[in-house]
């Protein structure tokens, strides 16, 4: 492979795991992803929580759009702005997600920045999703969101202060940030 050019895309490879590669696989995608399950909704919202480049941002949510994973929703007519909500294609990659992140804490170090709960009996997630108390496998809308011993007490951007606190899966956010402050996309 000694100066060969690496491929852009899995076109050689049928597998399912390509395919959803090809649609998730680039930096930063999961992460959009995650953020949106989390309750991100607005273009700022995104970008200031990630620090990520506004070009990549853009091109992201354009393609899980396209993928219909987000679905682009005007929620402001005059300057017109948008906001981005997850689909329930978008929602089916929540266990993706919460594998990745439980792997991630156990292979590669960490304390649990958030922890996860059955809203209906207040009882820890088992890391399959499953509820070790009712021993039903939670949907999203069902699970609060709390923090976890390794998650920043004191963080700088208005999203993270926003997330600090318990709460459901998939309900927008609100930040204290002033409207002055958002871009229309």
Same mark, same amino acid.
């Given at each position: 492979m000694d100066g060969m050019a690496l491929g852009k895309d899995y076109a050689t490879q049928e597998c399912s795991i390509a395919r959803a590669l090809e649609v998730v696989?680039? +930096?930063?995608?999961?992460?959009? &992803?995650?953020?949106?399950?989390?309750g991100v +909704?607005?273009?700022?919202d995104f970008l200031v929580h990630l620090g990520i480049p506004r070009a990549v941002l853009a091109n992201r949510l354009q393609t899980l759009t396209a993928e219909g994973i987000l679905d682009?929703?005007?929620?402001?007519?005059? *300057? *017109? +702005?948008d906001e981005y909500v997850v689909t329930d294609r978008g929602i089916a990659l929540w266990p993706v997600l919460r594998a990745l992140? &439980?792997?991630?804490?156990e292979q590669l170090g960490g304390e649990p920045m958030r922890t996860f709960w059955h809203a209906d009996c207040g009882t820890e997630l088992s890391p399959h999703g499953? !509820? %070790?108390? !009712?021993?039903?496998?939670?949907? %999203?809308?069902?699970?609060?969101?709390r923090p976890g011993p390794g998650l920043d007490p004191d963080p700088a951007d208005p999203v993270s202060r926003?997330?600090?606190? *318990?709460r459901r899966l998939l309900q927008p956010i609100e930040t204290e940030q002033p409207p002055a402050q958002r871009r229309p996309v």
């Open positions: 696989g680039e +930096r930063w995608t999961l992460l959009v &992803i995650r953020d949106a399950l989390y +909704r607005r273009y700022n682009k929703r005007r929620y402001q007519e005059s *300057p *017109p +702005r992140g &439980i792997w991630g804490r499953a !509820c %070790p108390a !009712c021993g039903t496998l939670v949907a %999203p809308h069902d699970i609060d969101m926003a997330l600090l606190g *318990p």
